[in-house]
């Protein structure tokens, strides 16, 4: 069972927006930045987002970031059937003293 | 952007070593963490450990001190050794620049099996 959790899988529709949570403790999300990482089908995990909310160089600004005490969100809008993939939140624990990652969660586009 | 490419033997008996190079160009390793992850088949992500070009190391207690992680700059590479290996470590082995892992190699299967 992981540290970070996250719901199993959500939906949308293309040009709808989702949001992915990932719930954590004061150990980690609480006191720590956030990343979110995109793995699609057969492929690397890719950084989406890094230090809570900012996005590297070619990340579209569709993909956005927040955090609100022991959780933090991923956002995406303007859902692409190209954004099918799993999402994995990731932070650091501080009293284990391991990077954690969440369950993952898989984006269907329908 | 920096470039990543694992290597290394795809099968592994139980109980030998397991080892992984990981190549890197386009970048410096002199100014960053490099960070190895793994993925078992169907499952999630799990971080094995970073060391610093420099020195600090960090690994997963999970992993209870298998875990052997070296930078060499001068080649452009780091490596990634895991002792007493099981079927349980069976995984995608993937390594990445960064604490935060801004850059991942493409992975690379290994199987521990007789």
């Known amino acids: 069972q992981s540290v970070l959790t996250q719901p199993p899988s959500v939906s949308a529709a293309p040009g709808q927006k989702v949001t992915i949570s990932c719930s954590g403790s004061?150990?980690?999300?609480?006191?720590?930045?956030v990343s979110w990482y995109q793995q699609l089908p057969g492929t690397a995990p890719k950084l989406l987002i890094y230090?809570?909310?900012k996005r590297p160089s070619g990340i579209p600004d569709r993909f956005s970031g927040s955090k609100s005490g022991t959780s933090a969100t991923l956002g995406i809008t303007g859902l692409q059937t190209g954004d099918e993939a799993d999402y994995y939140c990731?932070?650091?624990?501080?009293?284990?003293?391991?990077?954690?990652f969440g369950g993952g969660t898989k984006l269907t586009v329908l | 952007q920096v470039q990543l490419q694992e290597s290394g033997p795809g099968l592994v008996k139980p109980s030998e070593t397991l080892s992984l190079i990981c190549s890197v160009s386009?970048?410096?390793?002199?100014?960053?963490?490099w960070t190895w992850i793994r993925q078992p088949p169907g499952k999630g992500l799990e971080w094995i450990g970073y060391?610093?070009?420099?020195?600090?190391?960090n690994s997963n207690p999970s992993l209870n001190s298998r875990v052997t992680i070296s930078v060499d700059t001068s080649k452009n590479q780091f490596s990634l050794k895991l002792t007493s290996v099981t079927a349980a470590d069976t995984a995608v082995y993937y390594c990445?620049?960064?604490?935060?892992?801004?850059?991942w190699g493409q992975g690379t299967l290994v199987t521990v099996s007789p």
């Open positions: 990445a620049r960064g604490v935060e892992m801004a850059d």
């Open positions: 230090d809570t909310t």
């Open positions: 386009g970048g410096a390793m002199n100014t960053d963490y």
């Open positions: 060391k610093f070009y420099s020195g600090t190391t």
């Open positions: 990731g932070t650091w624990d501080s009293s284990l003293s391991v990077w954690v």
């Open positions: 004061s150990s980690n999300i609480g006191n720590n930045y």
